[in-house]
């Protein structure tokens, strides 16, 4: 049997001011980055675009991210996975989501930026990243 002391842990409330519309409880340092397997499709082909969110924090336990605005396409969503990470004693690591994005209509469609908004508790404030457009 082994015991131990107890902890006294002070938790502190995220700030109401600046909070945006879209947050969803993620607390830490993130990146976002998009691709796209292909970028020319014939009728009834899919792509699969990939989502990778790296950081440290509470990464794990975050929502998907929400694509919106995808205009001429159906998406299928598949089961995101999660690379668990430790630096500096700080608990991260990667996550992916992929979706199969299969056009409905021709000519040039876009995948607009993906932001992912997020309290980062080293400024204090609330952050967001950004991917960059598909085409």
């Known amino acids: 049997m082994l015991r131990t002391s107890p902890l006294e842990v002070m938790v502190r409330p995220l700030p109401?001011?600046?909070k945006p519309r879209d947050f969803a409880n993620l607390v830490g340092e993130f990146k976002a980055a998009a691709?796209?397997?292909k970028k020319k499709l014939e009728a009834g082909e899919s792509a699969t675009l990939t989502l990778t969110l790296t950081g440290q924090g509470n990464?794990?336990?975050s929502p998907a991210l929400r694509l919106e605005n995808l205009d001429g396409?159906?998406?299928y969503d598949d089961k995101p996975s999660f690379e668990p990470q430790v630096a500096d004693g700080r608990i991260g690591g990667k996550l992916i989501i992929k979706k199969a994005l299969v056009?409905?209509?021709e000519g040039t469609l876009q995948v607009p930026p993906v932001a992912v908004a997020y309290f980062n508790p080293h400024?204090?404030?609330y952050e967001t990243t950004?991917?960059?457009a598909q085409i």
């Open 73 to 75: 396409f159906k998406v």
């Open 103 to 105: 056009p409905l209509k």
């Open 35 to 37: 691709e796209i397997s």
């Open 130 to 132: 950004r991917t960059e």
């Open 16 to 18: 109401e001011e600046g």
């Open 123 to 125: 400024s204090g404030a």
């Open 59 to 61: 990464l794990k336990n």
